[in-house]
């Protein structure tokens, strides 16, 4: 199937007037009649001019050409193949062979038959296909030879092949030196390179293509296949045998494969096989010494071309011969016919070869047909399946660059832009970064072929891609720098002076922002075109794309902060419900429908969806304010396409919702990042003057404001989160149109977490601030309405973030937020805890409200997560503030006892059991790094409950087993705490306090007994409780050393700083109570033992007791009538009394309390 290009170079005249008049037609034998068609070219925005005039022509009148059908086999020959055609002329037959190889120096012929001009009027001579070899030579980087005569101001050109030159030498020994020469320079290892029988396979198939062209009466058919030929005639077995292989591969004749200069000529008919070998093939006579046959009225000198034309292009004057096959009629007066391997790419050579046969001939236009392994087919979109073809995409972004080179942008701006959006669209923005290495696909060079005349040079390269040994980012580098096709022509521009022809190589990106740049390059190019193009150009106001185009603020305080975004979205959302119905509006006054519109509506999507991923990559590399200004230009570019839209695709809407997200990500990172504000302000108004022109493209049919709401970049927290919270919101609305939520369930999914974690986020913002409004309240004064607010506006963002992430089944974060949540509960109930008069102070009824809150959110959250599986360190951290709360309950109501409302037996109840529910939840023997707190805050609620047994026996008159069990729940919580307090290493203080605790109440005990026994039992105890504390006095000891060591070294050590400095005032007065009391205990035990000798005198070991505690007691009398001692010098006293009691007092210790 034939596919109609248009010529993009030359300007082709009126079908019927200019077109027939500069290709009149002269059948043999007529008189020259001069016939020009000039124009003028824009190569690159460069004029190029071109005049050619036809000074004889062979050719028959014009054929209409025939389409051919799909699946056509021209492997198989038509009926009328290599016959004579008053159509098609010689054109046929001598596209096989070359007929500059039996007649090498065709340029004599031509001069011979324009003697008048040559020396003259001409300043070149020669075959059309040398013409096309010199112009190309810029592009390629195969071998030219060529053979140059001069006549005067003339230079005749015709090819020289030297490796025939070189192969006919060996026998004639002729031309030894040029061989030389050629081996030293160029070749070393010259050797004769043979034609492939792919070449000959090519030819064969061409020709039958023009064959099958030939439309009419006289239009070829098929022949019969090779089964067919044999049951209709078996005359001629090797005939028909030939004929049916044709054109399967075939053993080339001896006269072409071996001996080029063995006889092929014969009077006898060949078959089609052979028919190509014997037209290509040299006669055997020809050599250099007899260049030419004696003819009729020639001298020896023939014109073989078909069309003589006299060619200037640019200032030189050409004669040119010619023998392209020219069809017309109908729509087509004058076209070329090209058949085109499918899967050889065309390249920047093929197309320069086509455009040059059209130029001079003066053909506007060409058609090309498509065929695979001789198969035709339909002509493909090379674009379509990109996944597929990416090996085409540097044929692709040739093809289209030279289109845009080749065009007048004012004159065919359809064109310009439907090429720049092709171009855009070859790069995908989406695609792994994997990709973007050299090793890609994208970036091989698929250029297999330069075009059918250079595949013949037997010195090119066939596959047309660089040596192997070059680099490709230096080819890369090359092709980069190329501004336009003039260039080409200078090589010392360029490093690599045998690559700088165009490659079809991709492009190397780097890095995702130049891929991005280079397609929004393309987009701008094809904004222009289409802005050109409308007529409206004059009613707008005029812009300078240097100047750059005003940013409007408005004042915080006139939009009202979150109030004013409320009313922004209501309009947003008014507007996408709009944009359902189809309402258009531009301001520039394109039709809808028009190729304008449909062209910008494309190119502006593919600016956004640029725009998106350039701030999607600065995000990544957390340039907030740069990644803020690249989702603004994208949601300008969207906003103007909604404008221009009249039915939005919900591909569209889903592209919005992802930008509004990415939009409250960037916001959102603005805000936790506020230390770098000035940085991020300066990435943010920065403007390039790419990102300028597109802008302005833009506000030619919207003002762009549509989504201001969302980008602009505030000082403020509050209004940053706001803003962000609200694009989040607004892509979840989108969402909801035209069902996208069900259709991409994965991007609802983060829509719908972003949306509960900003709104946690906001949550925590103002539970923050009225934390710090409750700090700078005077203590007195009641809970105000600012934090009342506060707490509601807080609570209703838990609330919605909660329900979030259970709409999408989160239980994690609808945890973490539940926790939070109790902790604005807990906030609250702070807040009243400092409302009232501290001196007249009760835990109060809204304390123990907002306690209770607080812990059903935590239980709540704790449901939410189910098992500690699930999360472990949430189902910890959930844990441990559901034992703070119950912890800080308890501690309230016991130091502010509500005495007022309930019975002391009532809150002495409550405590213990809002104590034992912190217990419950305060794991002390999981290893973490919260155990050591769990371990203080445990041993701490068992020191409290003891403290609170132990004032309940002191005060409790009465009810003997109520004092009983009294009693032994405070023996059992001292000696917790005790346990507790000996695993921790910085809380010696806390350790002695409760030491002195229990001693205290072993004194108590004592009163109430009546026997010198019991007491001197009880007594024995007390001071065993304090041998017990001299670990604590040792840990005390230690670290007042580490603190008097650490001026001398100058450094603190890590010890230090693990643990909280030593209070030396709680030491002080411990240690004065500790030292009183042991006084008191020797000396009561002092007391008994001596009453107790005077009845029993045969006691040695009471004897010894006696004496040792009689000795301790003087030394600590002593000690304690030292006032000017240190702190430290009266701890190692007490350490070594300490250790002098544990030795003396062992004998009666069996009986001490554990």
């Known amino acids: 199937v034939m596919e109609d290009l248009k010529e993009a170079g030359a300007e082709a005249p009126p079908a019927g007037t200019g077109a027939r008049g500069g290709l009149s037609l002269l059948s043999q034998g007529d008189s020259e009649e001069p016939c020009a068609q000039g124009s003028a070219l824009f190569l690159g925005g460069n004029e190029v001019k071109s005049r050619a005039v036809v000074k004889y022509s062979s050719a028959p009148p014009r054929t209409a050409f025939a389409r051919l059908e799909e699946k056509t086999d021209l492997k198989l020959p038509p009926a009328n193949w290599l016959r004579e055609s008053a159509k098609l002329g010689p054109a046929g037959t001598t596209i096989l062979g070359n007929s500059k190889k039996s007649k090498p120096f065709s340029s004599f012929g031509m001069a011979y038959d324009f003697i008048d001009s040559v020396g003259n009027d001409v300043d070149v001579v020669s075959d059309s296909e040398n013409i096309k070899k010199l112009l190309k030579i810029p592009y390629s980087k195969s071998h030219v030879s060529m053979a140059v005569h001069r006549i005067g101001r003339t230079l005749l050109l015709d090819e020289l092949d030297i490796q025939e030159l070189f192969m006919r030498s060996s026998q004639t020994g002729d031309w030894t030196w ?37 439309n009419g009466d006289g239009a070829a058919q098929p022949v019969p296949s090779a089964a067919e030929q044999q049951e209709s005639s078996s005359s001629d077995q090797t005939h028909d045998s030939e004929g049916a292989s044709w054109p399967a591969p075939f053993e080339m004749p001896s006269s072409v494969s071996e001996d080029p200069s063995a006889s092929s000529q014969g009077s006898e008919p060949l078959e089609p096989s052979y028919i190509v070998g014997h037209v290509a093939s040299a006669p055997k006579e020809q050599n250099l010494t007899t260049l030419f046959n004696d003819g009729e009225n020639s001298q020896g000198l023939k014109n073989d071309f078909v069309r003589n034309i006299l060619w200037t292009f640019e200032d030189i004057h050409m004669l040119v011969g010619s023998n392209m096959p020219i069809f ?11 058949l085109r391997d499918n899967n050889k790419p065309i390249n920047v050579l093929t197309g320069i070869d086509y455009w040059l046969d059209n130029l001079i001939c003066n053909v506007p236009e060409l058609v090309m ?6 198969i035709v087919q339909v002509a493909c979109n090379m674009m379509m399946k990109k996944n597929q073809n990416k ?44 990709e973007e290495n050299s090793e890609s696909p994208l970036h091989e060079n698929s250029d297999e072929s330069y075009s059918e005349e250079e595949e013949e040079m037997p010195d090119s390269d066939e596959n047309g891609s660089y040596s192997t040994s070059s680099d490709p980012s230096d080819d890369n580098k090359a092709v980069a720098i190329i501004k336009s096709v003039g260039e080409l022509s200078v090589p010392e521009k360029y490093k690599s002076i045998h690559q700088i022809r165009p490659s079809c ?36 106001p005029a812009a300078d794309p240097s100047t750059p185009i005003p940013l409007k603020y408005e004042d915080e305080s006139a939009r009202g902060g979150p109030e004013g975004l409320e009313k922004q979205m209501a309009l947003f959302l008014d507007k996408m419900g709009s944009l359902q119905k189809g309402n258009y509006s531009s301001q520039s006054g394109m ?31 957390q340039k907030y304010g740069r990644a803020l200004r690249y989702i603004k230009l ?68 919207s003002s762009c404001q549509g989504f201001a709401w969302a980008t602009d970049l505030s000082t403020d927290l509050e209004s940053q989160l706001s803003v962000s919270c609200k694009c989040y919101e607004a892509a979840n609305e989108i969402l909801q149109f035209s069902d996208l939520k069900s259709q991409n369930p994965e991007h609802y999914v983060q829509v719908l977490k972003r949306m509960g974690n900003i709104r946690n986020e906001i949550g925590v913002f103002y539970m923050n601030q009225a934390a710090a409004l409750q700090t700078e309240r005077m203590v007195s004064k009641s809970v105000s309405a600012a934090e009342q607010q506060l707490w509601k506006k807080s609570f209703s963002c838990f609330e919605k973030g909660i329900h979030n992430f259970e709409s999408i089944e989160d239980a994690t974060n609808a945890a973490l937020l539940l926790c939070n949540t109790g902790r604005l509960m807990r906030i609250c109930a702070q807040a009243h805890c400092s409302a009232g008069d501290e001196f007249r102070r009760e835990f109060s009824p809204e304390e123990g409200l907002y306690y209770n809150k607080a812990v059903d959110y935590y239980l709540k959250a704790l449901r939410s997560l189910g098992t500690r599986d699930i999360h472990p360190a949430v189902w910890d951290s959930v844990n441990w503030e559901l034992s703070t709360t119950y912890f800080t309950m308890a501690t309230l109501q016991q130091d502010y006892a509500p005495l007022s409302r309930k019975a002391q037996e009532q809150i002495e109840k409550e405590v213990s059991e809002a104590m034992m529910k912190s217990l419950k939840y305060c794991d002390v023997d999981l290893v973490s790094a919260r155990q050591p707190l769990c371990q203080y805050r445990a041993a701490t609620i068992h020191h409290r ?15 003997e087993h109520l004092r009983k069990q009294h009693r032994v729940l405070a023996d059992l919580h001292y000696s917790k705490a005790v346990k507790l307090f000996q695993l921790l290493k910085d809380a010696p203080c806390e350790l002695l306090r409760v030491q002195l605790e229990r001693v205290a109440f072993a004194e108590f005990q004592m009163t109430s007994q009546n026997s010198n026994v019991g007491k001197l039992k009880t007594l024995s105890g007390a001071l065993d409780i304090m041998v017990r504390t001299e670990h604590a006095f040792q840990l005390i000891r230690k670290e007042l050393v580490e603190e008097f060591d650490q001026p001398k070294g100058g450094e603190t050590s890590p010890a230090a700083d693990s643990s909280p400095s030593l209070n030396r005032e709680e030491v002080i007065k411990l240690l004065s109570i500790f030292e009183s009391r042991l006084s008191f205990l020797l000396l009561q035990s002092i007391k008994l033992l001596s009453s107790t000798k005077k009845k029993t005198s045969n006691n040695i070991e009471e004897d010894g007791l006696l004496k040792s505690n009689k000795q301790i007691y003087s030394q600590l009398l002593r000690a304690t009538a030292n006032k000017s001692a240190s702190l430290l010098e009266r701890i190692d006293v007490i350490i070594h009394l300490l250790g002098q009691l544990a030795h003396g007092g062992s004998g009666i210790s069996s009986g001490a309390v554990q």
């Open 178 to 214: 040029l061989k030389e020469f050629y081996q030293r320079l160029i070749d070393q290892k010259w050797q004769r390179k043979k034609k492939s029988k792919e070449h000959w396979y090519q030819k064969a198939i061409l020709s039958k293509f023009l064959y099958y062209s030939i």
């Open 328 to 338: 017309g009629g109908g729509r087509y007066p004058a076209v070329s016919l090209r």
């Open 369 to 374: 047909c498509f065929h695979v392994n001789g």
């Open 391 to 434: 090996k085409h995409y540097g044929t692709i972004r040739t093809l289209l660059l030279n289109c845009v080179k080749l065009l007048d942008k004012s004159r065919h701006p359809q064109i310009i832009a439907s090429a720049n959006y092709m171009l855009s669209e070859l790069f995908q923005l989406d695609e792994p970064k994997k």
């Open 505 to 540: 190589a991709f492009p190397v990106c780097h890095d995702t922002e130049e891929r991005c740049r280079l397609v929004l390059s393309y987009v701008l190019e094809g904004l222009k075109s289409v802005d050109n193009s409308i007529k409206k150009e004059s009613d707008l």
């Open 591 to 621: 039709i809808p429908g028009s190729w304008q519109h449909k062209m910008k509506l494309q190119l502006i999507l593919k600016s956004s969806k640029a725009y998106y991923v350039l701030s999607d990559a600065a995000m990544s590399l």
């Open 634 to 701: 994208a949601l300008q570019s969207h906003d103007t396409y909604c404008c221009l839209c009249t039915n939005m695709l919900s591909e569209v809407l889903l592209f919005l919702s992802q930008y509004l997200t990415l939009c409250g990500d960037i916001q959102l990172m603005l805000a936790q990042n506020a230390s770098n504000r000035a940085a991020h302000l300066e990435e943010f108004h920065y403007q390039t003057k790419e990102d300028q022109e597109i802008l302005h493209s833009l506000h030619r049919e």
């Open 945 to 959: 409950l003891a403290s609170m047994y132990h004032s309940c026996l002191r005060n409790q008159v009465g009810d």
